[in-house]
C-alpha cells in the first residue's frame, strides 16, 4: 500500500494513458471500416490523402504499444516500485498524441488539435514525473 501511496500520481496518470490508448485502437480494430470512412474524408484535401490506411495502421500499432507499455508499467510499479516499462509507455505516449496532434493540424480541424493537447498535457507531465 505504502508503495501505491508513493506512486499514486504515476499510477494514475498510467491508468488514464492505458485505458485512453487500449480504447482508442480497440474501437479502431473493431471498426476499420468506419474509421477508414470518416478518415478518408477528414483528409481529403491534406497531404495525406492517399496515405490514410498506411497511416490509420501505424496510428493503431502505436496506439496499442502506448496502452499496453503503460499497463505493463502499471503493473511494475506495483510489484518494485519503479518503472522503466512505464515510462516508455508515456514518451511512446506522447509521440502518438504529438503524431495525432499533426494530423489535426494538417487537416485544419483546429478543435480536434485543441482536444489532443488535453491528452497531451498528461501524458508529457507523466514522462517529466518518470524521468
Request: proline letters at 2%.
Amino acid at each position: 500500500m505504502e508503495l501505491i501511496l508513493a506512486h499514486a500520481t504515476e499510477i494514475l496518470l498510467l491508468v488514464f494513458l492505458t485505458i485512453t490508448f487500449l480504447q482508442s485502437g480497440i474501437d479502431k480494430i473493431l471498426d476499420w471500416k468506419g474509421n477508414m470512412g470518416w478518415l478518408t474524408g477528414h483528409f481529403s484535401k491534406s497531404i495525406f490523402k492517399g496515405s490514410v490506411p498506411l497511416l490509420l495502421g501505424v496510428i493503431l500499432i502505436m496506439e496499442m504499444l502506448s496502452g499496453i507499455l503503460c499497463g505493463v508499467g502499471m503493473i511494475q510499479f506495483f510489484m518494485d516500485g519503479k518503472s522503466t516499462i512505464g515510462f516508455y509507455g508515456a514518451v511512446l505516449s506522447s509521440t502518438t498524441l504529438l503524431m495525432l496532434l499533426l494530423g489535426q493540424r494538417v487537416a485544419k480541424d483546429y478543435e480536434g488539435a485543441r482536444t489532443i493537447v488535453v491528452y497531451l498535457i498528461p501524458a508529457v507531465f507523466l514522462v517529466y514525473l518518470m524521468q
